[in-house]
């Protein structure tokens, strides 16, 4: 995963889209392995390092899109384990609490908006409520509202 990361890192500049859509395919698919299409079980969540993988990412850039993809891996990690979803979102904003950039915890914030859109099934009335579930302060709802409405209309 580091030698993926060096790779996007030098397609092009740290404001291109392009590394950051390397970053993120990196990180999701070392995680949830998506290229295999189901051949294969997902990374195992281990509760000591809960922010592995992005913990090894080097540049900025690799952190922040490890950390948007983080969600999507967690709640297919996780869900198995939990009673509920308000129960599995509650556990993804104990575990974004856990990272001390700020700009990071946005994109990871950004990233649970994401994983409710994006679910299975979607969850598109329950945004602002997982979101609130995720975040009790509230002060992080409106980037994961944000995320999860700017995929709205793109999710049939």
């Avoid at 509650?90 to 950004?110: A, H, N, P, Q, V």
């Avoid at 990233?111 to 609130?132: A, F, K, M, N, S």
Wanted: glycine share 8%; aromatic share 10%.
């Amino acid at each position: 995963l580091q030698a993926a990361y060096r790779e996007c890192d030098v397609i092009s500049g740290e404001d291109d889209v392009t590394p950051q859509s390397c970053h993120g395919g990196a990180s999701m698919e070392f995680n949830t392995h998506t290229v295999l299409d189901g051949q294969a079980s997902i990374a195992m969540f281990n509760e000591r390092e809960p922010l592995a993988p992005c913990t090894i990412a080097g540049s900025v850039q690799a952190k922040r899109s490890c950390a948007f993809w983080q969600p999507v891996w967690w709640r297919r990690a996780l869900l198995p384990y939990v009673s509920s979803y308000e129960t599995l979102y509650k556990k993804m904003g104990e575990l974004w609490d856990r990272y001390t950039d700020d700009s990071i915890r946005t994109e990871c914030f950004r990233g649970i908006g994401y994983t409710v859109i994006v679910g299975e099934p979607p969850r598109q009335e329950l945004l602002g409520r997982y979101c609130d579930y995720a975040n009790a302060a509230k002060d992080m709802k409106t980037e994961c509202v944000a995320s999860g409405e700017y995929l709205r209309p793109r999710i049939p």
